[in-house]
């Protein structure tokens, strides 16, 4: 049996809390720009009329990165209209965990959840990928994603020497880039039929910005460099077969910001002429929270190797197993993954300098036309 070619029928990040517990960098990276989103709120001067304001959080994962960034975001909204019911949709795709997004906004984890201290907030989730209509069209207030919008719908080809876009030869690349300009089109203009005039829709991108520094590559080590040479690696000494590594392709792609910003600045384009404009785009790199703590505190190898590869297989292992082949049994499957971690963890024990994943993200936001 070959591997799943669609992105929605295999990605989750790890379940059962795993994903935000290990994911602290994401959490900082809404925390550190939630006042984006505030202002936007801002800009759009909301009338107290009693009607629903409807929010999304897209790509969620299970909701606990993004918590105090909603809190905030959803404490103004509740002070400044008062009067209106908000409707909260988490969405993701299918396979996401959405039984401990619920867990986690009704309390019944460790994480403090915002729900006991902002009235009428009605918490929903949607299983629907962004690439698709979530909401009836022009009843959204306010779309947000963050470091979702870099998964394409399916890898467009097999990466012969690499895993990753970023390491690509230049046409496969180019095929990759290509995917993704119509993946974010699409995204892009979803968003646009959903969104009410004077709506706005605040999107945190991982992509590549003006210096080519993207997630996990702005210092000496190359992250997935990293990947594609230890899984090559088992490639090599007979672990995995040479089809099991073509057939292990992360289905993402790194825009640059002239990327990100084309179709909203193109008055020829669909998304542009929907009435999707741009008023905000910078970026930003945010810290790998597990290498500073390494550098500037415990200084311990061993420790920072074994903090900091969760953060890594949080979001990359299902690309990692929908590689393999599925007539292996479950038990290979994992046996070869846990393997795979473990060579990663014993190369940054051995030699921890320049390994850090630092996030780069592209941000933006867009106001609906009135
Ligand atoms: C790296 S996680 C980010 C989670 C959270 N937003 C954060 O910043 O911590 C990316 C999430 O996007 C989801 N995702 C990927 N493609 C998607 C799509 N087409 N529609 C909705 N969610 C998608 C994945 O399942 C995953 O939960």
């Given at each position: 049996m070959?591997k799943?070619t ?5 990605m ?5 809390g795993?994903y935000?517990?290990?994911t602290?960098g994401a959490k900082h990276?809404?925390d550190?720009?939630a006042q984006m989103?505030?202002?936007a709120?801002d800009?759009?001067?909301l009338?107290d009329?009693g009607t629903?304001?409807r ?5 969620a994962?299970?909701?606990g990165?993004?918590?105090d ?10 002070k ?6 908000i409707?909260m ?10 039984s401990?997004v619920?867990q986690?906004v009704h309390g ?19 299983g ?12 959204l207030d ?5 470091t979702?919008s870099h998964y ?5 080809c ?11 030869a230049?046409a496969?690349?180019a095929a ?9 089109e699409?995204?892009l203009l ?31 080590q190359?992250?997935?460099?990293t ?5 090559g690696?088992?490639?090599?000494d007979?672990?995995?077969t040479?089809e099991?590594?073509?057939n292990?392709n992360?289905p993402?792609c790194y825009?640059t910001?002239?990327?990100?910003v084309?179709p909203?600045e193109?008055?020829?384009s ?8 741009l008023?905000h785009v ?7 929270p ?10 311990d ?9 969760p953060?890594?297989?949080s979001?990359?292992e299902?690309?990692f197993?929908n590689?393999?082949?599925q007539?292996?049994?479950a038990?290979q499957?994992?046996?070869i993954i846990?393997?795979f971690?473990?060579r990663?963890?014993?190369k940054?024990?051995?030699n921890?300098?320049?390994h ?10 867009c106001r609906?036309?009135?």
């Amino acid at each position: 049996m070959s591997k799943q070619t669609n992105t929605t029928e295999f990605m989750a990040m790890k379940p059962a809390g795993y994903y935000s517990s290990a994911t602290i960098g994401a959490k900082h990276v809404m925390d550190n720009a939630a006042q984006m989103v505030l202002d936007a709120i801002d800009a759009m001067s909301l009338v107290d009329d009693g009607t629903i304001f409807r929010a999304t959080d897209m790509g969620a994962a299970d909701g606990g990165t993004s918590i105090d960034l909603w809190r905030r975001v959803l404490g103004k909204v509740r002070k400044t209209v008062p009067s209106r019911p908000i409707e909260m949709i988490y969405t993701d795709l299918p396979r996401n965990d959405f039984s401990q997004v619920f867990q986690i906004v009704h309390g019944l984890t460790d994480t403090d959840s915002y729900l006991p201290e902002i009235p009428n907030v009605h918490v929903y989730a949607s299983g629907t990928s962004f690439h698709h209509p979530i909401v009836p069209a022009a009843t959204l207030d306010l779309g947000f994603s963050a470091t979702a919008s870099h998964y394409i719908e399916t890898v467009p080809c097999n990466i012969a020497d690499h895993v990753h876009m970023v390491g690509a030869a230049p046409a496969e690349r180019a095929a990759y880039e290509h995917t993704g300009a119509q993946d974010w089109e699409r995204m892009l203009l979803r968003r646009s039929e959903e969104l009410k005039p004077g709506g706005r829709l605040c999107l945190f991108n991982f992509g590549i910005d003006s210096h080519g520094r993207y997630l996990g590559n702005t210092g000496a080590q190359n992250m997935f460099d990293t990947f594609a040479e230890l899984w090559g690696g088992l490639a090599n000494d007979g672990t995995i077969t040479r089809e099991e590594f073509l057939n292990t392709n992360f289905p993402q792609c790194y825009r640059t910001q002239g990327q990100f910003v084309a179709p909203l600045e193109d008055s020829e384009s669909t998304v542009f002429r929907s009435g999707l404009r741009l008023d905000h785009v910078e970026s930003r790199v945010v810290r790998c929270p597990f290498e500073q703590d390494f550098t500037e505190n415990h200084k311990d190898p061993e420790r920072f190797a074994r903090n900091y590869i969760p953060t890594l297989r949080s979001w990359s292992e299902p690309t990692f197993a929908n590689g393999l082949s599925q007539d292996r049994s479950a038990e290979q499957r994992s046996k070869i993954i846990d393997s795979f971690y473990g060579r990663y963890q014993q190369k940054v024990a051995a030699n921890p300098d320049g390994h850090a994943m630092d996030y780069v993200h592209i941000y933006l936001v867009c106001r609906k036309e009135k």
